[in-house]
């Protein structure tokens, strides 16, 4: 590490590489834009207005701080992103509406007193998530 | 202390430790609750105190670089602070917004919060690491950008070095990607990949710089290596961190309905991650090897050499782990992510932090390295924290493995909550050890109360 390796050398191809994987980056990005379309259920969302208040629900009940969505969030609880197909959306409403179950020693969800139309928002928000194509993931029903 | 200014940086130092103590302990809250599920409901339910160990560790960890910077530009620039006021201010500022959000979190509910800090007139809130209220974004950006101004300032002033450079655009790149936390699109896939730019590129990017250079910056000090080396070993580290770690970004763009070929970029270049995580903990050792003085500080040396090898080990060998595509399609989102989130999060950023504290407290209290009673009861804090987290993450570990096979990979799969019951010894153990890490933490803080009788003088 001598010689002709100097400290500006160093600095130079620091940031020439980070410039040229960041732009590869930034291409790929752009890649990404152009094809989500096709996987993420945009004309849904665009038509159904119940789906953008659904994320909001779920967003301010803070759902993500024990349950996972497309696998992201915490482990607590179980996988929602396909909880429209595990379940149906009566069960999910009923099942929101029952909490907590007060089982000793089980884990319990608090009682969000959700109103009718705000978990019929939730339900399309959940078939809208369970519908982006997620190459497969996850590996069953059961999240 | 060469620098009467760098004293601002203890302020941001013990504010920072006393979050530690409030991330530990909700951590403890719920890792109880993994097993004994009413444990504190309906008073502390699980997601609350998941925001809080969170959001403390972000904060103090937050606080411990800008102590650092506060500690270690002065030094590097030969200048004092340019507003050591406008660092003092920007302290409490940041402390009291970031009490407030705890209380706010521990005491209305999430919904009323949002409702009350405007979350209609932008909707930010509810994504993980991301909860924090409207108004709390906004303070962090403030107190953000008044920290730049200030260490910017200083080094326009003063000399130029690398450590310092490299800082810098870790602090700037850590602000300006903070920003994407204010874009939450209705589109969740849209929501989701963009939400990786703050996180990811924050972790497996710009903070990497910022380890980075503080770990240079005390290894300057404790080994008197010459500058040139340990800069162009700097260099070297943080270039291989950003050409792996950027494109690395899309091994969390498999499964959330992003395109296919992401599988390939992911795979091929986090694949490639562990590499400057190993340069790393060469560097560290190296450097040490080749020391040119016997600095009275070996409490401040041992966290140096650990971060190393526990950065390596976390982010690095842990972050392999399920790096591929094809492994973790089987362990997204389960106790194998938790595993890795604890040790890399540990190793890398917990133990730079507790370095820089390590070598700049006794400095700032008025002696080069604490008493060797002191200095005993650090290391053991040190061997305590380190060796309980590593059975937190073997434990979680293999609760994480048989999770996957259970609930993923067997013929007949089990449900989610079915496959958590089965898990229940290991979580035990993972409590177990949480109580030893607590002990470690509470023998660390002793040791700043320990230092009657002799001491090394400045």
Redesign the interface.
Known sequence: ?SGT?T?ST??N??FG??L???L??LA?TF??EQ??PQ??Q?AQ?ASNPA??AG??V?????????H????????????LGNVYKRRGPDFIKGWIKAQ?T???????M?Q?NLTDKQLDDLVAFFK??SE????N??????? | MQYKSQAVAKYYFVGAIGLFVAQILFGLV?GL??V???FL??AI????A??VHTNALIVWLLMGFMGSAYYLVPEETETELYSPKLAIAMFWIFLVTAALTVLGYLFVP??GL??MTG?NLL?T????FL?QPLITKIGIVVVALAFLFNISMTMLKGRKT?ISLVLLIGLWGLAIFFLFSFY?P?????D??FWWWTVHLWVEGVWELILGAILAFVLIKVTGVDR??I??WL??I??LT??TG??G??HH???????????W?GSIFSALEPIPFFAMTLFAFNMVNRRRREHPNKAATLWALGTGVMAFLGAGVWGFLHTLAPVN??T????I??AHAHMSFYGAYVMVVLTMISYAMPIMRGRAANSNRAQVMEMWSFWLMTVSMVFITLFLTAAGILQVWL???AVT?????D??AQLTLFYWMREVSGVVFLIGLVVYIWSFFCNSGESAKA
Not at chain 1, 68 to 79: H, N, Q
Not at chain 2, 413 to 417: A, G, I, Q, T, Y
């Open positions: 590490m390796f400290t160093a600095r191809i620091f590489g980070t040229f994987f960041a590869v980056f790929l890649k990404n094809m989500l996987r993420d945009r969302l789906i953008a994320k909001r779920w967003e301010t009940n803070q759902c993500i701080g024990c996972t969505l497309l696998g992201e969030g915490a482990y607590f609880a179980p996988e907590p007060h089982a000793p020693g089980r884990r319990q608090p969000f809208y998530a982006i194509n997620t190459s993931w996850p590996p069953n029903i059961e999240g | 719920m609750q993994y004994v599920g009413d409901f309906p339910p699980f997601n609350v998941r925001m999430y919904a949002a409702q979350n909707p809130m509810g994504r993980e909860e690398a939450n209705d589109n969740l896939v849209k989701k990949y040139e080396v800069e162009k260099y070297m943080i270039t950003l050409i950027i494109i970004t899309g763009y498999y499964w959330i309905g992003t395109p296919e070929y992401w599988q970029w399609f089987y997204h989102g389960t106790q992510t938790a609930q993923r990979v799969p089990m449900s989610f909550m496959t958590q």
